[in-house]
């Protein structure tokens, strides 16, 4: 069964202090990850699609990076309007949806 | 070109009543998903439409059903509503071979 883990579950940090979200991943031939920020009550917005292990995509202050085993989100200088929940989703063979993680909620102070 | 829309955003319903949730696809996406996301939960998967046929099932009893129009938009009906499926129901649309899935705002469904 495919397996998504997000770490931190909660994230706080000062306006301009970088850091990085992690998503580890158990799953039998992987497709694609897939990035999605979600702000309260609404639907996730799509960020990034990772495929390969040693791609990287960017994203004004977001970086996505992958290995056979994870993904982290950078977060470079972070501002206020950075703040709400980045969800880390799978898409493997023989499955014809997503299987997310829980989500990292990233507050950022000023 | 316009994004994923869903109808209603906010519905609150009585335990063992019926619901119907609607969803509009982006244009020229011919895949639905349907997505349950508790509080502080991820999106946990529904069933898929494509073209108009249910092309998978996530671990949703019978009850949870849908339908897929001739111009891509989709409905979830949920039967016999119980106080656990409140949740924000999500609805995603994409187009293979692309493999991104884009997503409404949510419907809040609130069972009493």
């Known amino acids: 069964e495919d397996q998504v883990t997000q770490s931190p579950e909660a994230l706080r940090l000062q306006e301009g202090e970088s850091s990085s979200l992690n998503c580890s991943y158990t799953v039998s031939g992987l497709r694609g990850l897939f990035w999605y920020r979600q702000d309260p009550g609404k639907g996730p917005e799509f960020l990034f699609t990772l495929y390969s292990a040693g791609e990287e995509k960017e994203k004004e202050r977001l970086k996505a990076t992958l290995t056979k085993k994870e993904s982290f989100l950078h977060i470079t200088a972070p501002k206020p309007e950075d703040s709400a929940t980045y969800l880390c989703?799978?898409?493997?063979?023989?499955?014809?949806?997503?299987?997310f993680g829980s989500g990292t909620r990233l507050q950022v102070q000023p | 070109e316009t994004g994923v829309t869903q109808s209603p955003t906010h519905l609150i319903k009585t335990r063992g009543q019926q619901v119907t949730l609607r969803c509009s696809s982006q244009s020229g996406h011919n895949t639905v998903s349907w997505y349950q996301q508790a509080l502080g939960q991820g999106p946990q998967f529904i069933f898929q439409y494509y073209r108009e046929e249910e092309n998978g099932r996530g671990n949703f009893p019978p009850r949870f059903s849908g339908l897929q129009f001739p111009n891509y938009s989709s409905e979830l009906n949920v039967n016999a509503l119980e106080l656990d499926d409140s949740a924000l129901y999500l609805c995603?649309?994409?187009?293979?071979?692309?493999?991104?899935?884009?997503f409404g705002q949510g419907t809040r469904l609130t069972v009493v």
């Open positions: 989703a799978v898409l493997t063979t023989g499955r014809r949806a997503l299987t």
């Open positions: 995603a649309s994409s187009l293979p071979p692309n493999t991104e899935a884009f």
